[in-house]
């Protein structure tokens, strides 16, 4: 006699449900890791573009001064007169503009002006130094030469030219050049400064 076939159910224990469930929240944090990680990338990237603006126009704005000092300040006929001191003025807080051609050369350093160390020059005031806009630049309230509003500086940069006095030689005067670029907005600047000599080869010592 046949017996007949019991048919048990089998128990479902939701493994592979598990199992997925785990793999797919692996899978999901590693997707914001990546995306957070781009977007960290990517500020990274603008930080670093806007602190190289900023260096780039003030070294160029830097540059200037170094040439308006050995071509167009008087400073080497000085220099070679005896007279260094006669180009020299006691700069303050007044507004100058290269562009418009009113440089000077001061006999007061940055910081007997301010009170404040050279680096933090641009928040001091921004009317101290020569303000200077170097070709297609595009700064705030300006415009810009093309029309566009793209990649518009904060503010004009500025330079600062300092007599610091006679080589120990007695053949020359040193200066000291500082100037100053804002990037795109207030919380990027780069502050760079250089030291000049201008020599001479005739020089007349005791001035004329």
Known sequence: MLQPRIRTAH???????VSSLL?????TIMALSIF??????????????EKQRALQVAMSTQQYGEWWLANQSGAPFAVSSGLA????????NTLLDA??????????TLPSISGISV??????STNIGVAYTPPEMNITGLGSPDGSVSDVYY????????DLGALATGRGEVYQVDAYSYGLNVNTVSVVESTVSITCQVCNVGGL
């Open 11 to 17: 128990t479902q224990h939701g493994v592979v449900l």
């Open 23 to 27: 793999l797919l929240l692996v899978v």
């Open 36 to 49: 957070r990680s781009f977007g960290i990338q990517e500020r990274i990237a603008g930080n670093v573009r």
């Open 85 to 92: 001191s006669s180009v020299d003025v006691t700069c303050g």
């Open 99 to 108: 562009n418009l051609g009113t440089t000077v050369i001061c006999l007061n």
């Open 119 to 124: 680096t933090a020059w641009p928040s001091s």
């Open 155 to 162: 503010a004009r940069p500025r330079f600062y030219v300092t």
